[in-house]
């Protein structure tokens, strides 16, 4: 077993203790990982997190072997029918700890997840679960925790930012070996093979990683121009010298994620993709060194769109500057953008990307992943921010 996070494990108590609850009942990946770091498989591994005593982790016997960074070490192995399995072991530990009419927070309001290891197939808690702890627990209160579980893991402790910044150092792989491999006549789809070959070659069993892979998006000439989208899409597009190549980089490591972006061009850059980038990095810049405890999180995004303004492009940056990062790619808080109410605390880690996108003619977004301090942030992503390969 891993050693505990104390400086989390406080955290959790905390949180707990201050919503009158007597236990969480975790069983997203996401929320497991967070709080026992163990990232489960395939998603039926369940947490159950009690105020008084040791946490227990309910998982699949088949990943017995991969659980050496569990954090506790009261392992409950279920077999076959994982639903059932899990309500038994449930209700034998609620006897167990005297909590029988407890109040037990669940995750029953979670709307999006991040991806598992597996990939392919996504196992999460639905009503069937909900109404089974009901069931099977009908002496306790049965509440949402969902915005509880969000505000504990929008402050990161130590040992998280140390995941955070091997995760980013598995993605500058990727990055480095996209950029050295970039020229004419490649496909997007290629380029970004390309990404997603290092950072799984690399990456696992790096500074002792178990899992690691790298999801590249690749867009260039007039398609970066589309960047902005929520979602993006490498095509069999040939890259033609002095196209812009804009490159969405999402990485995880055992549970943790990164998220980055970088634009080149391949060969020599004009004036205007020059000018262009240097307002995206000034912008990028500005930002990041307006931020300390505190702030409200609209005031960087305000910071950014005012240089873009000055800069006579604020008609082509369509999108906020930032959101949280850490057990998912996109964690609600913080949100840098437009009428954001929270504030920034010391200890977030989040994104700082903003961009230009003029379509038909190109896109570029510099985008990393800073970590805010009392006073100002730290780049957690230190690869080069340079538009000519």
Known sequence: MASIDIEKRRRILDGIQGEKMQALILRYPENVVYATSYWPCFGWSTCFYPLDGEPVLILPECELPYVEKAEFG?????????????????SQVVAERRLERATLGVESSFETMAANHVGGEANFPNAPSFEG???????????????????????????????????????????ESARDALKPGLRETELASVAEKAIHTFGVGYRGTSRARGFAFVMSGPLSAEAHMPFNISTKRRIRRGDIVLMELNVYADGYWSDLTRAWTCGKPTAKQTEIYD?????????????????????????????????????????GLGHGIGARIHEPIPALGPGSKGALRSGMVHSVEPGIYIKGYGGIRIEDNVLDRTKGAIYLSTFERTLET
């Open 74 to 90: 009261d392992l409950r192995a279920i077999r076959n029918d994982y639903a059932e399995s899990t309500l038994q072991i449930l």
């Open 133 to 175: 702890m009901k069931s099977r627990l009908p002496g306790c209160k049965i509440v949402d925790a969902t915005p509880l579980l969000y505000r504990l893991r929008s402050i990161k402790s130590t040992r998280e930012i140390e995941k955070l910044s091997l995760v980013n150092k598995i993605a500058e792989k990727g990055l």
């Open 279 to 319: 307002i995206v990095l000034g912008t990028q810049r500005e930002a990041t060194r307006s931020i300390r405890d505190g702030i409200s999180e609209e005031e960087p995004y305000l910071k950014a769109k005012s240089f873009i303004d000055r800069e006579g492009f604020g008609h082509y940056y369509p999108h």
